[in-house]
């Protein structure tokens, strides 16, 4: 029996890289909740269904770290010895910088529009831009954990991420309030 302790990879049987099959890891997870699901352990009494749920909610945790790609990649950078800090380290690239405070004002602007139809639309074309973003740092990140196997260059690549992920939250609540 594999250990609690055992990095979420180990538990679900999968290779400790950042590109994983989705549908093999709703597979495992399926399948180890069927094993440790606390009913499975009714008749063995108290003490073995307070293990099978300690296992339950590891496994689920573990579950939710993979399925997200920001938490996957975060967590394979600490596994790799390069914490992500983001709380205490919010240093960014200067470019990138720039890019936060332009779509900032973006954002500032298309709150100012009285036009609902011109909110939407702006606020549509922030979020594609946002969205593509996304998906190019997500990218630079794959490939530096993957491929480069540099773990301490992709901690700014998730710290971006983190960032992307807020404000396109954020974009979204916008055009939910307009439309």
Request: net charge negative; charged share 25%.
């Amino acid at each position: 029996m594999i250990s609690l302790q055992a990095s979420d990879f180990e538990l679900f049987g999968l290779p400790v890289a950042f590109a994983l099959d989705r549908s093999q890891l709703d597979l495992q997870w399926k399948s180890l909740q069927r094993e440790a699901h606390p009913d499975r352990f009714a008749s063995e009494g108290a003490a073995a269904q307070r293990i099978a749920m300690q296992w339950s909610v590891r496994i689920n945790e573990a579950y939710n770290r993979l399925k997200d790609p920001l938490k996957r990649a975060a967590y394979l950078c600490e596994l790799n010895g390069a914490a992500v800090n983001a709380e205490n380290n919010t240093s960014m690239p200067p470019a990138f910088l720039m890019q936060q405070m332009e779509w900032r004002e973006a954002l500032d602007d298309c709150k100012e529009l009285k036009d609902a139809g011109a909110k939407i639309e702006a606020l549509e074309k922030l979020l594609e831009e946002v969205d593509a973003s996304h998906v190019q740092v997500l990218s630079q990140a794959a490939t530096l954990m993957d491929v480069d196997q540099n773990y301490t260059a992709a901690v700014g690549q998730v710290r971006a991420l983190m960032f992307i992920e807020k404000f396109a939250h954020e974009v979204q609540h916008g055009l939910d309030a307009t439309t």
